[in-house]
Structure formats: C-alpha cells, structure tokens
C-alpha cells in the first residue's frame, strides 16, 4: 500500500498558519464585485463620498487642532501650516512628495481594514481613490495652461475637485469646506454645520479650543522656516535663469 506523504495525509492543514491566515486574508475573489449592478454602483459611489469626507476629517483636524510639534504627525502638518500660507507651493513639488502622506495613510487604512476582515474590491478602491486625494488637491491648485486635458475634463465633470470650489477653503476665514476630493461633500457638511458643531462638542467634553491660523490677516506672522524657503526659490529661479540653456 503507498504509503501518503504527511502533506498529503492532513490535506492543507500541514501550511504554515501565516500562509492560512494570509489566503483568508487576502481572499482574491473578493476583487471581484458581485450582486445587482446597481447595488455596485450605489457601494462605489458610497466609497466616494467617503473618500472625500475622510479627506475632510484629517484636513479639519490637521488646520484646526495639528501643530508642528504634535507627535508622529508634525511633520504633515508642517506642510499643511506651509500650504495655507504658500498655496502654490504644493505645485512646485514633485509628484510623489505630493502623494506621499496620503499614500501611507491609505496604505494604513488598507492593512488595518484587512487585518479587520474587510478586504475586497471596496477596500481597494478606497484605498486607490485615497492615495491620490493630494494630487487632485494639486490639481485644483494648479492653472488650466498645467493640466493635462483628460484632468480638467474629470474637473469639468465634477468626478474631482474643480479649482473654484476649493477656492472657498483658501478665502477667509478659511475655516470651511475642508474636503478636498469632490465638490459634493463640502456643501452638505457647511449646511448642517457640522464642523463647528464637533469643535463644540469637543470644547464641551475637554475644553480644547481650536487654534488659530496664523496664515490669516492679522492673527500672527509667517513663520521663519517660510520665509526662508521663500528666499531658496528665489535663490535657485535666479541660477536658472542665469545658467546657459
Ligand atoms: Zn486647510
Ligand atoms: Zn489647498
């Protein structure tokens, strides 16, 4: 009689438990959408909007509550503190020093949604959808001469954020429509006042205040590291210019 191997004999059981747990993990035929189409679409719409309002949360909570001192996250909020005040510079960066926080947070969100039992095509696509929040940012940062045309087609079709609309962050007081994925969220959150109505709550429960913008007329100074990064551009468009072509 052939004697069966142990593999063999105990099935799959004899794979190593990572590897078990990392196929019921990352199971790949949940990549595949599956029901009514239109339960799909009203899921993938969903995950949009979704996108956009978590885009408004971390955007709220770095301008109202973040300072460069702030743990682990500091050095975000430094770029934020320098984007309220210089609004253009997010254009001169390059492409992957723009998409690189909020790549590692849709990373984050994507490990722990799948260590939670969450994986599938909607984590994916949120996770894809999230990872590129910055560049559409950049993109309503940017003039019409920068773009390429399939980008101000997607703004003209309101599928991202058009350059006017976010417009309204930067203006004064500049403390509304943070969401900066879409043009859809923005509106019903200023409608129901829900941002002013978390700072509230949150002064209720603990007492802390937001903070004041100092990119604001009047409220305080640009800070010393600006101004010299100011100086650095300029330094380094006058070499440019004088350099032989
Ligand atoms: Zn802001
Ligand atoms: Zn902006």
Known sequence: MKRRSLPEHFGTSLKPLSLQLFH?????????????????AAQAIGIYLLVDFISGVIH??????????????????????????????????????????????????????????F????????SLLGMNVNIVHRW???????????????QGLRLIQTPKHHA?????????HYCAFTNWMNPVLELIRFWRSVEWIIAVLTGIHPREDDSLPGVGSTPEWILELDEEIRESARSRRSSPT
């Open 140 to 154: 309503a940062h940017s003039t019409p001469r920068e773009l390429h045309p399939a980008i101000r087609i997607l």
């Open 60 to 117: 709220w909570s770095e301008d109202r509550y973040g300072s460069e001192s702030t743990p682990f996250v500091g050095g975000a909020i430094r770029k934020n503190i320098l984007h309220h005040h210089r609004p253009r510079h997010i254009t001169r960066i390059t492409f992957w020093e723009a998409m690189g926080t909020t790549a590692l947070i849709s990373l984050g969100i994507f490990v722990f949604g799948t260590l939670a039992g």
């Open 168 to 176: 309204l962050h930067h203006g004064l007081p500049r403390v509304t």
């Open 119 to 126: 994986f599938g095509w909607q984590l994916v696509f949120l």
């Open 24 to 40: 019921m993990l990352l199971d790949p035929s949940l990549l595949v959408p599956t029901g009514p189409w239109w339960i799909i």
